[in-house]
Nanobody
């Protein structure tokens, strides 16, 4: 399997910025996409950003226009730059990776443990 570890969360004031990192434990044979999700207090987990193996990006509505997702293939990492953060952006942010583990087509979907982002007004 593939383990994911997030880092870079913390507390910021409204209008501030954070960059989250998600690093995979090993190279992935075939990656479909790496996603960032957010789960606010009392809310369902929602997709906020996606980057595919080819580098195509897509953003969910909650933070659209305030996010930049990027990846570093050499270090098996994906990053999420968040700017102009607002109190409603507070929540736990999760990294997810989907793909195949080997040439035999064994699929996987791995989640990180989640990292807290708190935005104060």
């Amino acid at each position: 399997q593939v383990s994911l570890v997030e880092s870079g969360g913390g507390s910021v004031q409204a209008g501030g910025a954070l960059t989250l990192s998600c690093t995979a434990s090993r190279a992935i044979f075939s990656l479909n996409a790496m996603d960032w999700y957010r789960q606010g207090p009392g809310k369902q987990r929602e997709l906020v950003a996606r980057i595919t193996s080819s580098g195509t990006t897509d953003y969910g509505d909650p933070l659209k226009g305030r996010l930049t997702i990027s990846k570093d293939n050499a270090n098996h990492a994906v990053y999420l730059r968040m700017s102009d953060l607002q109190p409603e952006d507070t929540g736990v942010y999760y990294c997810n990776a989907k793909g195949f583990l080997n040439p035999y087509g064994t699929p996987f979907s791995s989640w990180g443990q989640g990292i807290q982002v708190t935005v104060s007004s």
